[in-house]
């Protein structure tokens, strides 16, 4: 069964940090790009970071360059989003996402399967 679970998310103070999992079971990183994607208050789920099979990165929001990165750990068949010097504007509940052509596509619904999400709140 194809399965992705996030994990990591919580309360945070602004300028702080978190790093947030997606395990994946039921395929290979070594075919599959990942994506996470986040759904901030008022406003569209949106695309943060993806990685692909190569390990070539697309930044889908430029409000997260320079703070947010992703990584891969093919022994443990997890994808990491790392968060440093967060927002409040960052909160919201983020997703990651498989693509099983191995492409960091832009149409969302070449993403599947998705997972529930882990929520992330930035606050003094």
């Known amino acids: 069964q194809l399965q992705v679970v996030e994990s990591g998310g919580g309360l945070v103070h602004p300028g702080g940090s978190l790093r947030l999992s997606c395990a994946i079971s039921?395929?290979?990183?070594?075919?599959?790009?990942i994506g996470w994607f986040r759904q901030t208050p008022g406003k569209e789920r949106e695309g943060v970071l993806c990685?692909?099979?190569?390990?070539?990165?697309?930044t889908y929001t430029d409000s997260v360059k320079g703070r947010f990165l992703i990584s891969r750990d093919f022994a443990r068949n997890m994808v990491y989003l790392h968060m440093d010097n967060l927002k409040p504007e960052d909160t919201g509940l983020y997703y990651c996402?498989?693509?099983?052509?191995?492409?960091?596509?832009?149409?969302?619904?070449?993403?599947?399967?998705w997972g529930q999400g882990t929520q992330v709140t930035v606050s003094s």
């Open positions: 039921g395929f290979s990183l070594d075919y599959t790009a």
């Open positions: 996402a498989a693509v099983s052509f191995g492409s960091c596509t832009s149409d969302q619904g070449d993403f599947h399967p």
């Open positions: 990685i692909n099979n190569s390990d070539k990165i697309t």
